[in-house]
């Protein structure tokens, strides 16, 4: 007999570890006991050395799948305790254990068998779920999570349920949401007019579907519409009743054969599809057949993950559109009330269930890169899952930004990013952004003595950071957009010290009072210098050129001394630039894609932001050279002066030049300008370490490239990981810089 002492870090608390060594621990006839720490979890151990041997290999390869398992350490004494059976302690970090609620976990294969087991209780029954599987932080009120403080406290387990709950032995041994057809919720079909239909609502739904029709389904985190992605008119009537001109709709395919059949799904896609937390992941498209779904190259596609959503597929139904039910740019709808008033004309029948969510949760949204996510949302499945962090940040609140707002909550060496909240200008998404604040700080026990906001002094959730600094006294620390940019991706690679930031997106506040987007930055967590930028571009009517791109051409023509004869608004736009009215100058990248998208014809007017990008993406065509680049330097800061490859944009546009040759330079020339200014900050600095962050590093194209450009002059590439690039994942900056600036 030997003691073995075993010291597991990662994340392993709340992620059902305790009652998978329990189990780990009776299968192998050991004694001793297992306590929570502030890094993990500890055990001692006796029994015989092969026996422990080969326990402590099994930890890891057979561990929950939410648990993250950074490290773990072994001891081995001949010195026994003589322990009897086993015993989980009470710690002094007991309180920790509270610091994680895990996320939403799609259906596991399990429960999808006995879902379709004739012989099973819980047979076709849209509730089942177990340990492995199910909801979880979109149906928590309160903590610590037991039923009474979720969504199920109105369902009261039966005699069966009870007894597979407490059975150490069972896959439902201590699953709150644990429910079947005598206990649970149910689902229920409601017409157009709202109306109770009599009859089987998941057939009366499926019916409805593949008559064509228009139906709202309740999710885990909020209702979809969905409807048939063969028929271009019903997706036409979708986006006349939804509001939404342009943007691409998701699509929910019943596997990853299904999905082949529209896509390319790569075998890394196929895994990332198919894992628990079922994001939509962005595919590139076979052909044209799905234009009416999406304009650009890609299309959002999730498989299905709760119960119901497998069994409104059925056998029959290989793929729907699936988009969050929402009008232009409020929060996902999540109340059954709501959905019937608000959808009233939208939908023409309701798949709806009497499981309240408590908390809205959108879809996640990512790319698959290098095998793991590259999110444009982070949602669903992965929150309020934590980024661990290299550092003690104790309680501190950042509030970030505001088109693609989120915030982060930190505790400790934990940060917990929020869910994607949306536009903060709605005011039904401010309002569901502070109560989210306030439910991030009841569920983590989090009372902040730090915050964090942006620089900019209108947006919203700068506002709210002001205003809880002077009503509670906390110290508020104002961050630079592309400095959180920047933070955010050193944090999402725990990486110290300094590094050279490549920062590209739409536009934030700089530190001169411009705006600016397209940076190269040098720094850390504490300071940063701008070192390289583009040529500013004057913004005629400020904000109005997203939506008028054609602002931008005309501005960036006029720059570079080509003719501009055929803006009709051209004069007008003169007379505004001349008399410095309204016209703030920004050096964002978002604004020169969007610009010469406009100038190629891509596209003239956009109904989102980003579109114009997006689009011109789209149109590139495979490498097929680059322009020159230029720089003025001017006060230390290499700009980019745009104004030569404008002109050469112009001159082959008139040669008759194809327009996929020409975006495909376009791209070329920004990558070749980015290595160019990374040599220059290394001149400089010695750094070698370079990060990307913010919106414009969504575009594919150039994260195809840019990365192994660098690295071929000698660069480290760092992307963002575990949160988004854009503005949703800049929260995750600021709080390092506000802990950095206030030490
Ligand atoms: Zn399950
Ligand atoms: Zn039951």
């Known amino acids: 007999m030997e003691r073995a002492k075993v010291n597991i870090h990662g994340i392993v608390q709340g992620v059902g570890f305790r ?38 290999a099994d930890v890891p390869a057979r561990a929950p799948k939410l648990a993250l398992i950074e490290r773990v350490e072994t001891e081995y004494s001949a010195e026994l305790r003589h322990f009897q059976g086993f015993e989980i302690l009470k710690s002094r970090t007991e309180a920790l254990r509270n610091t994680l609620v895990s996320p939403d976990i799609g259906i596991c294969d399990d429960c999808r068998r006995e879902l379709l087991d004739p012989a099973d209780r819980r047979y076709r029954y849209p509730f089942i779920n177990c340990t492995n599987c199910g909801p979880r932080f979109t149906i928590i009120k309160d903590l610590p999570y037991d039923r009474a403080r979720t969504s199920m406290s109105g369902f009261p387990m039966c005699p069966d349920c009870d007894r597979e709950y407490h059975d150490i032995e069972n896959r439902r041994y201590h699953a709150q949401p644990d429910c079947c057809p005598v206990c649970g919720p149910h689902v229920f079909y409601l017409d157009a007019a709202g109306e109770r239909v009599e009859g089987d609502a998941i057939e009366l739904a499926r019916a409805a579907l593949k008559a064509g029709k228009i139906v709202a389904i ?71 057949i799905l234009s009416h779904l999406s304009e650009n190259g890609y299309v959002g596609v999730m498989l299905p993950y709760t119960p119901l959503h497998y069994l409104v597929f059925g056998d029959d139904i290989d793929m729907l559109v699936m988009t969050s039910a929402n009008l232009s740019d409020t929060p996902i709808m999540y109340r059954n009330a709501e959905a019937l008033e608000k ?7 309701f798949l709806l269930h009497d499981r309240d969510i408590q908390t809205r949760c959108d879809d996640s949204l990512c790319f698959c890169l290098g095998g793991g996510e590259y999110f444009l949302r982070r949602s669903r499945g992965y929150v309020p899952f934590p980024v661990s962090t290299h550092e003690d940040l104790g309680m501190a609140l950042a509030c970030g930004a505001e088109q693609k707002a989120s915030f982060c909550l930190s505790k400790g060496n934990y940060v917990f990013p929020s869910q994607h909240i949306g536009d903060l200008k709605n005011i039904e998404t401010y309002d569901n952004y502070t109560r989210q604040i306030r439910h991030f700080e009841r569920l983590f026990d989090v009372r902040p003595t730090v915050l964090a906001c942006d620089l900019h002094p209108d947006y919203l959730s700068t506002s709210y950071a002001a205003e809880r600094s002077e009503e509670e006294g906390i110290p508020l620390v104002r961050v630079q957009h592309h400095h ?64 008028d791109p054609m602002r931008v051409a005309w501005a ?48 003239e007017a956009c109904s989102y932001e980003g579109q114009g990008a997006v689009l011109l993406e789209a149109a590139a065509a495979r490498d097929e050279g680059a322009y020159p680049v230029v720089f003025e330097e001017k006060d230390g800061v290499f700009r980019f002066d745009w104004r030569e490859m404008i002109r050469r944009i112009v001159r082959e546009q008139a040669d008759g030049e194809d327009r996929g040759a020409i975006a495909a330079r376009f791209h070329n020339t920004l990558v070749a300008m980015a290595v160019r200014q990374c040599v220059l900050a290394r001149e400089e600095s010695g750094l070698e370490r370079v990060v990307l962050s913010g919106g414009s590093f969504q575009n594919m194209y150039i994260m195809r490239r840019l990365p192994a450009a660098l690295e071929k002059e000698g660069f480290t590439v760092y992307r963002h990981r575990r949160v988004s690039p854009n503005d949703e994942g800049l929260s995750l900056g600021q709080i390092l810089i506000a802990k950095a600036r206030l030490q």
């Open 19 to 56: 009652p998978f060594i329990h189990k780990l621990v009776r299968e192998y006839r050991l004694s001793g006991f297992i306590k929570n720490t502030s890094s993990g979890v500890e055990l001692e151990l006796e029994g015989e050395r092969p026996e422990l041997e080969r326990f402590v």
């Open 218 to 288: 309740k999710g885990l985190g909020g209702m979809h519409l969905a409807c048939r992605c063969d028929d271009p008119e019903i997706a036409k009537t979708l986006r006349r009743r939804k509001q939404r001109d342009e943007k691409p709709f998701a699509i929910m395919c019943r596997d990853a054969a299904a999905a082949k059949k529209i896509c390319f799904v790569g075998a890394e896609e196929e895994k990332l599809l198919n894992s628990f937390r079922r994001p939509i992941v962005l595919l590139e498209k076979r052909g044209e």
């Open 343 to 349: 959808l009233s004309g939208i939908a023409d029948g």
């Open 484 to 547: 959180a940019h920047m933070a955010a991706c050193m944090a999402d690679n725990a990486l110290l010290g300094e590094v050279i930031g490549l920062v590209w997106d739409g536009v934030g506040q700089g530190l001169d009072g411009t705006s600016w987007g397209g940076e190269c930055l040098v720094g850390g967590y504490r300071d940063f210098r701008r070192v390289g930028s583009i040529k500013e571009i004057p913004l005629v009517g400020g904000d109005a050129v997203t939506k």
């Open 556 to 603: 960036l023509l006029r720059a570079a001394g080509e003719s501009t004869h055929r803006f009709k608004d051209g004069p007008a736009w003169a007379f505004m630039l001349e008399n410095a009215l309204n016209c703030p100058l920004s050096s964002g990248m978002g604004r020169l894609f969007d610009g010469v998208s406009a100038i190629l014809g891509i596209k």
